[in-house]
């Protein structure tokens, strides 16, 4: 059985009652949920966290390897099957998404794809859709489906994972306390992202990482657009118990955006490091060294990512997954509160998220239309601490609007107080 660590949510004034929450969790007894990209680390992770949470789902592998969907049905059991669907195939797509429920869309990378063409399969056959996605670009393009989505009546949920994902919900419930508890306005929104390696988390994670760097940062200063150089602007962060001090770079992630623009937050930026130290060295070389076009063009990235492969994954097996998620927000009367998550395996913690995101939906706490998950029609407000319960199983740490001391952050805090003028 999970354990999670102790959950410090200050409680939601909830407006569903428990019959309702009941209620919601008769009318998805049984649904259908299709995992697209089930076969590859982020949705095999996904696949088998939904089955542990709600057996009594039935789960429908989706990929293109066979051999694969094979073994990973023969993982969860009896209730789940194989479909082979080719995600640039529109009617192959639409075929498999008939008589499901849910389709859980984990097939990265999403960076520099032209088309949301799953979430446009999901609104034709009226299914309830959930995606990884961690690209701005994607995201906002998902976005533009909004009036389609509320016309057929589908529920549907972009950047729906761990970062962003969960970490999106504890912003959104750093900013509702701190309004609630004043008049007080949420002034400065930081996300920190700690993974080791790769997090054991596979290609398509490293292919995300090199795409990236091809991309101008896109942050907000005092309302203002600023945009940066792509694994700058190192800070200094401590993740805390189990995970210690870490460098962290700004990267261009979708929450950025949807953070500033839901929330109302004037300044946020977001920032990313990983471990061995040398990996950090690594991709800023790539960065100065690389041509931006070249670091965008998906193919070379896949030539790199089969090139570093081997290398990558010898390390992981010394540095470990661990990973960590930090959210800093500051307000208008001087005052600094923090989450912050932190799991032992990022190959389990991201499956996990993912169908934190995926129940929700299929409880009902989400409205038709396309929503980030700190909106909340797209995440109700009175489902967050649920949702953040789910995601925290196993975590080695999890803290909820913890007061950010110098004390308590010790000297990287103090680093942190110098480097306000950094977004």
């Known amino acids: 059985m999970a354990v999670r660590a102790p959950f410090h949510l200050l409680p939601l004034r909830c407006s569903a009652t428990k019959e ?68 640039d195939n529109v009617k192959s797509l639409e075929a498999a998404l008939e008589d499901v429920d849910l389709v859980v869309h984990t097939a990265g990378p999403f960076q520099q794809a032209e088309k949301c063409t799953v979430l446009e399969a999901a609104i034709h056959t009226k299914t309830a859709y959930l995606d990884v996605c961690d690209d701005t670009t994607y995201a906002w393009s998902a ?12 529920p549907a949920i972009t950047t729906g994972g761990i970062y962003p994902g969960v970490s999106n ?45 091809g991309e101008e940062v896109v942050a907000y200063n005092k309302g203002e657009v600023i945009k940066l150089k792509p694994y700058s602007g190192m800070l200094n962060i401590d993740f805390g118990k189990g995970i210690g001090k870490r460098d962290v ?62 290398v990558v994954r010898s390390v992981d097996r010394i540095a470990g997954e661990r990973v960590s998620m930090r ?41 038709p239309g396309v929503w980030f998950p700190e909106e909340p029609e797209g995440i109700a407000i009175e489902a967050r601490e649920v949702l953040l319960e789910r995601a925290a199983q196993g975590t080695i740490n999890f803290v909820m609007n913890k007061r950010l001391k110098l004390q308590f952050f010790g000297s990287s805090a103090h680093f942190a107080v110098q480097n306000m003028s950094k977004p």
């Open 20 to 87: 309702d929450q009941s209620e919601y969790r008769d009318r998805s007894r049984n649904a259908r949920v299709l995992v697209l990209g089930g076969t590859g680390r982020v949705g095999g992770s996904t696949a088998i966290a939904l089955s542990n949470l709600r057996p009594d789902l039935h789960i429908i592998i989706a990929g293109r390897n066979r051999e694969k969907g094979a073994s990973m049905v023969a993982a969860l059991g009896g209730k789940s099957e194989f479909s082979e669907v080719n995600i």
């Open 143 to 154: 976005k533009s489906f909004k009036s389609s989505a509320v016309a057929a009546n589908v």
């Open 169 to 213: 919900v504890m912003a959104a419930e750093l900013v509702r306390v701190s309004r609630n508890e004043g008049e007080v306005e949420p002034e400065r929104l930081r996300f920190y992202y700690y993974t080791a390696g790769s997090g054991g988390a596979g290609p398509t994670i490293l292919a995300t990482s090199f795409l990236l760097l």
């Open 249 to 310: 770079y700004l990267l261009n992630l979708p929450e950025v955006r949807s953070a500033h623009e839901v929330l109302g937050v004037p300044t946020v930026s977001a920032r990313f490091g990983t471990a061995p130290f040398f990996w950090n060295w690594g991709m800023e070389v790539m960065t100065n060294l690389l041509p931006a076009e070249f670091l965008r063009d998906r193919s070379k990235v896949q030539e790199l990512v089969k090139m570093f492969d081997p």
């Open 327 to 367: 959210v800093d927000l500051e307000c208008s009367d001087g005052r600094s509160v923090v989450g912050i998550f932190s799991h032992r395996r990022l190959s389990v913690s991201v499956g996990t998220s993912t169908a934190a995101f995926a129940l929700a939906i299929l409880e009902g706490s989400t409205q």
